[in-house]
């Protein structure tokens, strides 16, 4: 079945770059994109990019400049890196695939000193 | 980028009722707009894709409809555990947008 699990450091200092882990089972990387979202506490969803079957990429214009997606078809995994944190973006990070048909179960990332 | 304007952001209601949330987008979606509802500390669960088509496993009171910029999300006979947050998605154009969201609580 398929299953997406996010894994990474629960806090980031401000200024700091997040790196985070999506590690993908039940599909293949190569037929399948993997997206990025994103839920502040209490607040709504923000898609933040993603990575499509054939590798490229796509990002959400108001995080592009910070942003980079990449993958490991070999270990089925997908990583987010993000540089210059600030406490804004302090959320729950989710993987998701397939329009979102399925998610991870989120990580939260902390962004404090 | 294209706005998703959701409505209401809460919605209070008995169980039993019928409830519609909508989306309007900021431009023409060709019908590309999914639903999802998401409890809290749980990841959003998709219910309905390319407006009316409900996924495997969601209840058949569960419905969607709607054109070009303007969508809605039906909910008859609201039961429980229908209490959670609800979000429209547009999956048209890059960047994929999101509605602001709506709570469903119970009256």
């Known amino acids: 079945q398929v299953q997406l699990k996010e894994s990474g450091p629960g806090l980031v200092q401000p200024s700091q770059t997040l790196s985070l882990t999506c590690t993908v089972s039940?599909?293949?990387?190569?037929?399948?994109?993997v997206s990025w979202v994103r839920q502040p506490p209490g607040k709504g969803l923000e898609w933040m990019g993603a990575i499509w079957s054939g590798g490229s990429t796509d990002y959400n214009s108001a995080l592009k400049s910070r942003l980079s997606i990449s993958r490991d078809t070999s270990k089925s995994q997908v990583f987010l890196k993000m540089n210059s944190l600030q406490t804004e973006d302090t959320a729950i990070y989710f993987c998701?695939?397939?329009?979102?048909?399925?998610w991870g179960q989120g990580t939260l990332v902390t962004v404090s000193s | 980028d294209i706005q998703m304007t959701q409505s209401p952001p809460s919605l209070s209601a008995s169980l039993g009722d019928k409830v519609t949330i909508t989306c309007q987008a900021s431009?023409?979606?060709?019908?590309?707009i999914a639903w999802y509802q998401q409890k809290p500390g749980k990841a959003p669960r998709q219910l309905i894709r390319y407006t009316s088509t409900l996924v495997s496993g969601t209840p058949s009171r569960f419905s969607g409809s709607g054109s070009g910029r303007d969508y809605s999300f039906s909910i008859s006979n609201v039961e429980s555990e229908d209490i959670a947050s609800y979000y429209c998605?547009?999956?048209?154009?890059?960047?994929?947008?999101f509605g602001g969201g709506t709570k469903l609580e119970l009256k």
């Open positions: 998701a695939t397939r329009v979102f048909a399925y």
């Open positions: 431009q023409n979606i060709n019908k590309y």
């Open positions: 039940g599909f293949s990387l190569t037929s399948n994109s």
């Open positions: 998605l547009q999956y048209d154009n890059l960047p994929w947008t």
